[in-house]
T-cell receptor
Framework: QKEVEQNSGPLSVPEGAIASLNCTYS??????FFWYRQYSGKSPELIMS????GDKEDGRFTAQLNKASQYVSLLIRDSQPSDSATYLC????????????FGAGTTVTVRA | EADIYQTPRYLVIGTGKKITLECSQT?????MYWYQQDPGMELHLIHY???????EKGDLSSESTVSRIRTEHFPLTLESARPSHTSQYLC????????????FGPGTRLTVT
């Protein structure tokens, strides 16, 4: 079982719709969770971090964390073609020397 | 402006050559990382460092080596490049103490012919 699992994708949504990305993780003691956006051929860019249960909103992005269910999600509201990218979920594992474990990523395509 | 830099951005080199990929950050971060990523594939951690004179191997075995003599500098060296080393190499940093969100450099795309 992988430490961090994401929707296999690809996810195709129409412009203006909500894109919903899911991520589950294996270490119940994890405290820190991150979402990165990676455009094709570019390096990952940090877009959200979340540490407490509940929702955290930043512009059109909302991260949701449920530690009891070991689940973190990212919602992209009013999706734009510029949101087309691969989204990586990353979890900090204390049991892994405080290294980030990355999911394989979910590729999102926003149709104009 | 605080940032993380990688040079060269692109490198095409012949088999058997020694190469060093440079990574520097001006963010005052104590932790630095090297990842390898093939196109469309997952990120794989190959080396990390939590401070000067401290380096560890990552989750993916790599023939490369690293050094951390200065806080801001974390170079990666391949003694003898092979075509199997062709990949994108991404450097990242995090910190200061207590901060674990990682910020990535632009990457070096290495092609070994």
């Amino acid at each position: 079982q992988k430490e961090v699992e994401q929707n296999s994708g690809p996810l195709s949504v129409p412009e203006g719709a909500i894109a919903s990305l899911n991520c589950t993780y294996s270490d119940r003691g994890s405290q820190s969770f991150f979402w990165y956006r990676q455009y094709s051929g570019k390096s990952p860019e940090l877009i959200m971090s979340i540490y407490s249960n509940g929702d955290k909103e930043d512009g059109r992005f909302t991260a949701q964390l449920n530690k009891a269910s070991q689940y973190v999600s990212l919602l992209i509201r009013d999706s734009q073609p510029s949101d087309s990218a691969t989204y990586l979920c990353a979890v900090l594992f204390r049991s892994n020397d405080y290294k980030l474990s990355f999911g394989a990523g979910t590729t999102v395509t926003v149709r104009a | 402006e605080a940032d993380i830099y990688q040079t060269p951005r692109y490198l095409v080199i012949g088999t058997g050559k020694k190469i060093t990929l440079e990574c520097s950050q001006t963010m005052g971060h104590d932790k630095m990382y090297w990842y390898q990523q093939d196109p469309g594939m997952e990120l794989h951690l190959i080396h990390y460092s939590y401070g000067v004179n401290s380096t560890e191997k990552g989750d993916l075995s790599s023939e490369s080596t690293v050094s951390r003599i200065r806080t801001e500098h974390f170079p990666l060296t391949l003694e003898s490049a092979r075509p199997s080393h062709t990949s994108q190499y991404l450097c990242a940093s995090s910190g200061p103490v207590g901060g674990y969100e990682q910020y990535f450099g632009p990457g070096t795309r290495l092609t070994v012919t």
